[in-house]
């Protein structure tokens, strides 16, 4: 199939690139870059052996879009937004247009040019603060940010696009946490600044970029005091969006999928498998509850399981070893490695 991978420079779109191509099909990536590096889509030609087209474009801007979709599609995959919690508190606005306002025209491009199949990146924070865990898809879903609140009208403005086209097919995929690193460690989660996900901190503390790590909130419900937290490997995830392009082929209308591996773990539990996979230690000091944090998120995946034949395979000794080895043979990310060419328009 020819697919289009919107925000395909990016942490998961690069992964999901590499199984892509690895199945056979062709990639065609729109990103701007505003998050990522064009070194992580050579690295994926590195891995797979094989060529993607790259369209460094907005996909807010039609001109790109419409370069973007050239020479056909057959299906978008759409990782293309801005993903920071607490940023997103601060500049609402920003999110609004870049997530929403990016999502409908990439629709209005798809029926421009006659494409029906949309798989999309949501998130377990459509759930906001759930009742029960693990959370089943028909749980009640709430925005407790103004990032989760675009993902959650998000999903809605497609289901609704879905419901007016009969032929269309959408397939939302809401993540739970991903992390972890294709196993070569050529590839992998490189965030800019402080990084907002407990994973790539860790990571960075061990390699020696950051001093200790803060934990928030040593007092909820759980075994140990900590956040538990369903931890999903990356390269599943990956093989998640394959299968789903093959799913939205046979099946048209709307439908939401959680992905996760169904099993939680604390934050003090990642802590030691980190160590353990990395030997090193990592310091860390307890701070206050950060706001808006649940003491437990986990996914019931069974939907998944069953419809898109798909089943999360790597544990976390398998999650911390390929995050330590990505971030070990990259101490500061895709940045400061400038020995590869960038790509341009
Ligand atoms: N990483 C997570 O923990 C997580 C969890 C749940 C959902 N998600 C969702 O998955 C998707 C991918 O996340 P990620 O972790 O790979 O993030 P990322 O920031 O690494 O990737 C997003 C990519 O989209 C690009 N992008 C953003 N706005 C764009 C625009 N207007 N035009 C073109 N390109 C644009 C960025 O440059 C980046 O390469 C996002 O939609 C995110 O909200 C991520």
Redesign the pocket.
């Given at each position: 199939m020819k697919l289009l991978v919107?925000?395909?420079?990016?942490?998961?779109?690069?992964h999901t690139c590499v199984a892509l191509l690895e199945a056979g099909h062709d990639v065609t990536v729109?990103?701007?870059?505003?998050?990522?590096s064009a070194i992580?889509l050579q690295r994926v030609q590195e891995i797979t052996g094989r060529s993607l087209r790259f369209v460094e474009?907005?996909?807010?801007?039609p001109e790109?879009l419409a370069d973007a979709f050239e020479g056909g599609v057959d299906a978008v995959i759409?990782?293309?937004?801005?993903?920071a919690v607490g940023k997103s508190c601060e500049q609402p606005l920003a999110y609004f247009d870049?997530?929403i306002g990016?999502t409908i025209a990439l629709m209005q491009a798809m029926e421009q040019a006659g494409v029906s199949r949309l798989v999309f990146?949501?998130?377990?924070?459509v759930y906001g603060q759930p009742e029960k865990v693990p959370v089943r898809e028909d749980a009640p879903l709430n925005a407790t940010n103004p990032?989760g609140r675009t993902?959650l009208v998000m999903e809605q403005l497609i289901q609704d696009w879905c419901a007016s086209r009969p032929e269309t097919a959408a397939v939302l995929l809401?993540?739970?946490?991903?992390?972890g690193a294709h196993p070569s460690g050529l590839i992998g989660?490189?965030?800019r600044g402080e990084p907002d996900?407990l994973m790539p901190y860790v990571a960075q503390v061990a390699v020696g970029r950051r001093e200790r790590l803060r934990i928030y909130g040593d007092d909820y419900p759980t075994p140990d005091g900590t956040g538990v937290r369903d931890y999903l490997h990356v390269m599943d995830l990956a093989r998640a969006h394959r299968k789903a392009v093959d799913y939205a082929a046979a099946h048209p209308g709307c439908e939401a999928f959680n992905l996760g591996t169904g099993r939680g773990y604390s934050v003090l539990e990642l802590v030691q498998a980190f160590e353990q996979a990395s030997g090193k230690p990592i310091p860390y000091e307890i701070s206050t509850r950060r706001a808006g944090d649940v003491a437990e998120l986990t996914a019931e995946p069974a939907l998944a399981n069953a419809k898109l034949r798909w089943v999360a395979t790597h544990d976390i000794h398998a999650m911390c070893a390929d995050a330590w080895n990505w971030q070990s043979k990259n101490p500061n990310g895709y940045s400061r490695d400038m020995s590869f060419n960038t790509y341009s328009r």
């Open positions: 919107t925000g395909g420079a990016g942490y998961i779109g690069s729109i990103d701007n870059l505003c998050n990522s992580a474009g907005d996909i807010r801007n790109h759409h990782f293309a937004a801005l993903k870049n997530n990016g990146s949501s998130s377990a924070t990032y993902k809401r993540y739970f946490n991903p992390v989660e490189d965030p996900n």
